[in-house]
């Protein structure tokens, strides 16, 4: 059974920086892709960061150049480094993992920046 553990949320002034963990067991995720969602009240859970096992990562247009994914395979976790945290990235934030067809999610994170 596939499980993912996150870490790292909290609470943090805008210009801040926090970094997100995710733990995944269970699975296969080596040729897994990995990635962090977020969503606050009243809207649909959005894309932050995707990373696969090869190729870029792919990011939101509104953290480019602030945030920053990355996995390590032989831990399978995944991290996100957020810079410059601003009010507007107020979420609960989401770690996915897609491997075979699947969708896994895990509990959620809460980040909260205050300005």
């Known amino acids: 059974q596939v499980q993912l553990v996150e870490s790292g949320g909290g609470l943090v002034q805008a210009g801040g920086s926090l970094r997100l963990s995710c733990a995944a067991s269970?699975?296969?995720?080596?040729?897994?892709?990995m990635g962090w969602y977020r969503q606050v009240p009243g809207k649909q859970r959005e894309l932050v960061a995707t990373?696969?096992?090869?190729?870029?990562?792919n990011y939101a247009d509104d953290v480019k150049g602030r945030f920053t994914i990355s996995r390590d395979n032989a831990k399978n976790t995944v991290y996100l480094q957020m810079n410059s945290l601003k009010p507007e990235d107020t979420a609960v934030y989401y770690c996915?993992?897609?491997?075979?067809?699947?969708?896994?999610w895990g509990q959620g994170t809460q980040v909260t920046v205050s300005s």
């Open positions: 996915n993992v897609r491997t075979l067809g699947l969708d896994y």
């Open positions: 269970g699975g296969i995720f080596r040729i897994a892709t």
């Open positions: 990373i696969r096992t090869i190729g870029a990562p």
